[in-house]
Structures are given as structure tokens and as C-alpha cells.
T-cell receptor
Framework: SQTIHQWPATLVQPVGSPLSLECTVEGTSNPNLYWYRQAAGRGLQLLFYSVGIGQISSEVPQNLSASRPQDRQFILSSKKLLLSDSGFYLC?????????????FGAGSRLTVL | KQEVTQIPAALSVPEGENLVLNCSFTDSAIYNLQWFRQDPGKGLTSLLLIQSSQREQTSGRLNASLDKSSGRSTLYIAASQPGDSATYLCAVDGNKLVFGAGTILRVKS
């Protein structure tokens, strides 16, 4: 069966510090991978998605970047965090084909920037 | 641009009551619609997925309907229980998932 792991679960970082959140998927090949952010009291916002190694699409201009160094690994990064980067970050994966995508989420990473 | 709205934003009901959560979307060109559950501070769990060609899906006490032409979906929860307390989100897939802001449900014992 497929599983998705996301870490760290919680993170408190000072403004201007770097960030690295990691997500890995087991039990499948060539998954579609996603990073979402959920700000307090708001819906989920898609930040990045990837359909393959090295293929990253950005949905919104921001202070963050994503990379996919391996087939089942998705990393969310920042060189210098802003206060506005605080939020709940969720990694997710889905299989092809489009139209039958059940999206499976990780447990989330709560980031607080002070 | 797809917009997804969920009503009500919050709902509090006594245990045992049947309830309906509503989701509306502006662009009917979708592949599917999913309903998720999110417990506080946790990730999302997929509850039901309705393909665009389907009208409804059922899982246990949950029933989700889809009227693509009117841009509406409902999640019906029968005989609600305190364990159903969570935030419920709908998401519409038209190549990319667009989420609503969610309905916070509290079932009182």
C-alpha cells in the first residue's frame, strides 16, 4: 500500500532563516506531487505541483521554492523566511490519469515564523 | 478562474441529527469533486470522490451528490456522532484541485 511521509511536523523559525520541508511517498511510481499551504481560517492554496523528476510548476509567486530530486521525494524550501510564510503546509500525491485523481495528503507541517 | 464556496462556514448540531453541507463552484468543466475531512492540526482524509459523470457516491453514513450543471455538491451525514466533529472541505478538480474554505462541524453529545 502507498504511504506518504512529511516532516518535520512542527517548526519554529526566525525571520530570515532558511526552510526545508520534506515529503516522500512509498509504494508507487511516478506520482503527481503537490505542496499546499493552509493559512489560519482559510482554504488550501496550491503552491507547487510536479508531474515528474525535475518538473516543478509554481502556482503563485512567493518566497518559496520546490524541488523533486527523486521520483518520490518533494522538498519545499526557502532561503529567507518571512512572517507571512507561517502556516500549515501539506504535501499530497495522486496517480495518473487526470479525472480519477484521489488526492492523498501527508499529516502536515506547521511552520511558525517569529 | 474556479471558485469554490462552502456553506455554512460552521455548524453545531446535537448528536443523532442528519445534516447537509453545501459546496458550490463556478466552473462546471470539472473532472471530479472530492470531499475531505480534516481534524484539528492534521492532514486531510479523502471521504468521497464523485466523477463528473456520476450523480452521487455513498460511504457508510456519508452520501455526496453532484449537480455539475448547477455547480453544486452536497455532503449528507446521517445520524451524526461526536466523532464526526471536524472540518469538511470540498475540492473541485479541473486539472488542478481548488478547495473551498471548509465547514467546521461540531456534533454535541
Amino acid at each position: 500500500s502507498q504511504t506518504i511521509h512529511q516532516w518535520p511536523a512542527t517548526l519554529v523559525q526566525p525571520v530570515g532563516s532558511p526552510l526545508s520541508l520534506e515529503c516522500t511517498v512509498e509504494g508507487t511510481s511516478n506520482p503527481n506531487l503537490y505542496w499546499y499551504r493552509q493559512a489560519a481560517g482559510r482554504g488550501l492554496q496550491l503552491l507547487f505541483y510536479s508531474v515528474g523528476i525535475g518538473q516543478i510548476s509554481s502556482e503563485v509567486p512567493q518566497n518559496l521554492s520546490a524541488s523533486r530530486p527523486q521520483d518520490r521525494q518533494f522538498i519545499l524550501s526557502s532561503k529567507k523566511l518571512l512572517l507571512s510564510d507561517s502556516g500549515f503546509y501539506l504535501c499530497a500525491w495522486s496517480e495518473e490519469p487526470a479525472g480519477a485523481n484521489v488526492l492523498t495528503f501527508g499529516a502536515g507541517s506547521r511552520l511558525t515564523v517569529l | 478562474k474556479q471558485e469554490v464556496t462552502q456553506i455554512p462556514a460552521a455548524l453545531s448540531v446535537p448528536e443523532g441529527e442528519n445534516l447537509v453541507l453545501n459546496c458550490s463552484f463556478t466552473d462546471s468543466a470539472i473532472y471530479n469533486l472530492q470531499w475531505f475531512r480534516q481534524d484539528p492540526g492534521k492532514g486531510l482524509t479523502s471521504l468521497l470522490l464523485i466523477q463528473s459523470s456520476q450523480r452521487e457516491q455513498t460511504s457508510g453514513r456519508l452520501n455526496a451528490s453532484l449537480d455539475k450543471s448547477s455547480g453544486r455538491s452536497t455532503l449528507y451525514i446521517a445520524a451524526s456522532q461526536p466523532g464526526d466533529s471536524a472540518t469538511y472541505l470540498c475540492a473541485v478538480d479541473g486539472n488542478k484541485l481548488v478547495f473551498g474554505a471548509g465547514t467546521i462541524l461540531r456534533v454535541k453529545s
